[in-house]
């Protein structure tokens, strides 16, 4: 039989764990925003650098969709240490990966090499 000192003692525990395990996920939850916040603002300079325009974003969405053109579109997704880039120009897809440390207008100048005919 559990006496109550032990069951006291239980009861801490599960509440431990569960605070720690909330503490945890609110960190993760907090580290996804900031990665999405940042890469916001990477498509928002290389949309800038292009002269296209960035459409905006529901909070919390992992894509972020630039309009260079009427005919070329883009789509940025980070993926871990990477951006995965989509494109769209005239109908013909590209994609290409770059470090998220890349500099904007390095970005920039290598959407314009891939999405070059």
């Given at each position: 039989?559990?006496?109550?000192?032990?069951?006291?003692?239980?009861?801490?525990?599960?509440?431990?764990?569960?605070?720690?395990?909330?503490?945890?996920?609110?960190?993760?939850?907090?580290?996804?925003?900031?990665?999405?916040?940042?890469?916001?603002?990477?498509?928002?300079?290389?949309?800038?650098?292009?002269?296209?325009?960035?459409?905006?974003?529901?909070?919390?969405?992992?894509?972020?969709?630039?309009?260079?053109?009427?005919?070329?579109?883009?789509?940025?997704?980070?993926?871990?240490?990477?951006?995965?880039?989509?494109?769209?120009?005239?109908?013909?897809?590209?994609?290409?990966?770059?470090?998220?440390?890349?500099?904007?207008e390095k970005i920039?100048?290598?959407?314009?090499?891939?999405?070059?005919?």
């Amino acid at each position: 039989m559990i006496n109550s000192t032990e069951l006291q003692e239980r009861k801490a525990q599960r509440k431990r764990q569960e605070d720690s395990a909330r503490s945890a996920s609110e960190a993760r939850k907090q580290k996804r925003q900031e990665e999405l916040r940042q890469l916001h603002v990477l498509a928002a300079q290389v949309a800038e650098l292009m002269g296209g325009a960035v459409r905006p974003a529901a909070p919390g969405m992992a894509w972020m969709l630039i309009d260079v053109g009427q005919t070329h579109k883009l789509s940025f997704y980070r993926e871990g240490e990477q951006i995965d880039i989509r494109g769209d120009r005239d109908g013909i897809h590209y994609a290409l990966s770059v470090s998220r440390r890349l500099a904007p207008e390095k970005i920039a100048q290598a959407i314009g090499r891939k999405s070059t005919p």
